[in-house]
């Protein structure tokens, strides 16, 4: 850390702290990430490591950018280019929502970041504004925190707690340990609605609680989700109210939402993972076709 001056404190998580700081020797601004855990913990070693070995093969514009990986004294430091805002303080200044160009702007930039990661086999698994840098002068976005990121290997279970529960796919709630690249598309969809309104599009306070408030808009669960759900030992004894008539995103979106962003969230919140759109498929959809100059086209 002797080449840095800490300028202040950026965010503080359960893993430790990120620190904006400035390179003595070239004066640029940059964001160090600080694990608390000292080698010892082999659990948080495994986790910091993984997360270094994805990032650095992550090179893409709209990912955040790993500079370099250092230890001192037992701890592990990520230095990491700063960028101004998160999509977080970007909702908190704009409580009912951007401007729809702004919200086909920004949601286009993550379907890149999202292509890119499944193309390399990535799976994110934590997709949520906090997780979404912006700068304000251009609205350039990049994703970070890679810190839940996995790389798919076939027939491997992945653990079942994983994104915040508002941005959760129905499969992960219901402890699906065989999940895909899809729970990533599904938070894209919740990004997409809580930019719009300003309001997260299924505010769950419970998984339970999350999963009624998903049907609430878009029907009843599917067969195989059922059957998850009954054998899931957490919800014993819980029963669903009818949910036959539901609210759909047309009503909840009416007069906020051009049809072809209306077409790109259907295509994208649909209960059944292996109907999602892919990262891919989202890029070829006409609502992007006149976003210029950021390659959401391919």
Same mark, same amino acid.
């Given at each position: 850390? =002797?080449?840095?001056?800490?300028?202040?404190?950026?965010?503080?998580?359960?893993?430790?702290?990120?620190?904006? %700081?400035?390179?003595?020797?070239?004066?640029?601004?940059?964001?160090?990430?600080? !694990?608390?855990?000292?080698?010892?913990?082999? $659990?948080?070693?495994?986790?910091?490591?993984?997360?270094?070995?994805?990032?650095?093969?992550?090179?893409?514009? =709209?990912?955040?950018?790993?500079?370099?990986? !250092?230890?001192?004294?037992? *701890?592990?430091? @990520?230095?990491?280019?700063?960028?101004?805002?998160?999509?977080?303080? +970007? &909702?908190?200044?704009?409580?009912?929502?951007?401007?729809?160009?702004?919200?086909?702007? @920004?949601? %286009?930039?993550?379907?890149?970041?999202?292509?890119?990661?499944?193309?390399?086999?990535? +799976?994110?698994?934590?997709?949520?504004?906090?997780?979404?840098?912006?700068?304000?002068?251009?609205?350039?976005?990049?994703?970070?925190?890679?810190?839940?990121?996995?790389?798919?290997?076939?027939?491997?279970?992945?653990?079942?707690? $994983?994104?915040?529960?508002?941005?959760?796919?129905?499969?992960?709630? #219901?402890?699906?340990?065989?999940?895909?690249?899809?729970?990533? +598309?599904?938070?894209?969809? %919740?990004?997409?609605?809580?930019?719009?309104?300003?309001?997260?599009? !299924?505010?769950?306070?419970?998984?339970?609680?999350?999963?009624?408030?998903?049907? *609430?808009? &878009?029907?009843?669960?599917?067969?195989?989700?059922?059957? /998850?759900?009954?054998?899931?030992?957490?919800?014993?004894? +819980?029963? !669903?109210?009818?949910?036959?008539?539901?609210?759909?995103?047309? *009503?909840?979106?009416?007069?906020?939402?051009?049809?072809?962003? /209306?077409?790109? #969230?259907?295509?994208?919140?649909? /209960?059944?993972?292996?109907?999602? #759109?892919?990262?891919?498929?989202? @890029?070829?959809?006409?609502?992007?076709?006149?976003?210029?100059?950021?390659? %959401?086209?391919?």
């Amino acid at each position: 850390m =002797n080449k840095y001056d800490v300028l202040g404190v950026v965010g503080e998580g359960a893993y430790g702290v990120v620190l904006k %700081c400035k390179n003595k020797d070239t004066n640029e601004v940059v964001a160090i990430k600080k !694990f608390k855990e000292s080698e010892e913990d082999e $659990v948080v070693r495994k986790t910091t490591l993984r997360e270094v070995k994805i990032l650095r093969i992550m090179r893409h514009e =709209n990912i955040v950018q790993l500079k370099e990986a !250092f230890r001192r004294k037992g *701890k592990l430091y @990520l230095v990491f280019e700063f960028v101004e805002k998160s999509m977080l303080d +970007i &909702l908190e200044a704009n409580p009912n929502g951007v401007d729809t160009e702004t919200v086909r702007v @920004l949601t %286009c930039q993550l379907a890149r970041a999202i292509e890119y990661c499944h193309r390399h086999d990535v +799976i994110h698994r934590d997709i949520k504004p906090e997780n979404l840098l912006i700068n304000p002068a251009d609205n350039a976005l990049r994703l970070c925190d890679f810190g839940f990121a996995r790389t798919m290997s076939a027939d491997t279970p992945l653990t079942d707690y $994983v994104a915040t529960r508002w941005y959760r796919a129905p499969e992960l709630l #219901l402890g699906s340990t065989h999940y895909g690249k899809d729970v990533d +598309i599904w938070a894209v969809g %919740c990004i997409m609605g809580e930019l719009t309104d300003g309001q997260p599009l !299924f505010a769950g306070e419970s998984e339970v609680d999350q999963l009624f408030v998903i049907q *609430k808009v &878009l029907g009843p669960l599917t067969p195989e989700h059922m059957e /998850m759900f009954l054998r899931n030992p957490r919800f014993l004894g +819980i029963q !669903f109210p009818d949910v036959s008539r539901p609210e759909t995103l047309e *009503k909840r979106y009416l007069r906020r939402m051009p049809k072809l962003q /209306m077409q790109l #969230l259907k295509g994208i919140l649909v /209960m059944e993972p292996r109907r999602r #759109l892919s990262a891919r498929e989202m @890029l070829r959809m006409p609502w992007f076709e006149a976003v210029q100059g950021l390659g %959401c086209r391919v």
